[in-house]
């Protein structure tokens, strides 16, 4: 069983539409993430949510939203997307918040904005 | 602001030597430093983490070192192996914090 899975793999859309990203994580962990990581290869968070609280990177627009159903799921939705959206997005968990939490990543969401 | 800077882009090495990456950071302290490995297509997988009070960390063939005071900490893989080649990222932690990563060092083992 994968531990961390989220979908969709790829996404190519155009712009000005809104698209999801869905994340499950099976590990029982009560902090979830998403990252994205650009052309160069940096992984940069975006949030990080557990059932007590949303912490955003200030960087980030208003058009990325995350939405929580439950402590298992964490749902990335992106609102009139534009052409620098385009990277590879990971969803990811650790046991709680804080660096000394080992994180669990998924396989990650390239979305080509045309 | 807090910088990670891991020692170069890309690093090729023959198999069976050492490969040493460098993680150096500046205006931070952070309490853990985590080491991550990534390979095309996919996302990081962890590594080892070592804590602030401690010096070296070892698993099998890897080796990571922590030096607070140069604010830098060291990545060795030794009788390094084709099967090593892979992105590895550096990470900085702290209480309550959420992580900052490095670049990354794209990893070559060459038989």
Do not use: K
């Given at each position: 069983d994968t531990a961390v899975s989220q979908t969709p793999k790829y996404l190519v859309t155009q712009m000005g539409n809104d698209k999801s990203i869905k994340c499950e994580q099976n590990l029982g962990h009560d902090t979830m993430y998403w990252y994205k990581q650009d052309s160069k290869k940096f992984l940069k968070i975006m949030f990080s949510y557990n059932n007590k609280e949303l912490i955003i990177n200030?960087?980030?627009?208003?058009?990325f939203s995350p939405k929580s159903p439950d402590k298992a799921h964490l749902n990335l939705h992106i609102n009139s997307?534009?052409?620098?959206?385009?990277a590879v997005y990971f969803c990811a968990s650790s046991?709680?918040?804080?660096?000394r939490n080992i994180q669990y990543f998924g396989a990650g969401t390239r979305l080509s904005v045309l | 602001s807090q910088k990670i800077e891991q020692n170069s882009e890309a690093l090729n090495i023959q198999e069976g030597k050492t490969a040493t990456l460098t993680c150096n950071y500046t205006n931070y302290s952070p309490a853990y430093l985590q080491w991550y490995r990534q390979d095309p297509g996919r996302g990081p997988v962890f590594l080892l983490l070592i804590r602030e009070n401690e010096k070296e960390k070892r698993k099998e063939r890897l080796k990571v070192t922590f030096d607070t005071t140069l604010k830098q900490s060291l990545f060795h893989i030794t009788a390094s192996q084709p099967a090593d080649s892979a992105t590895y990222l550096c990470a900085l932690g702290n209480y309550g914090q959420n992580f900052v990563f490095g670049p990354g060092t794209r990893l070559s083992v060459l038989p």
């Open positions: 200030e960087t980030v627009p208003n058009r997307l534009e052409l620098g959206d385009s046991q709680d918040g804080g660096g | -």
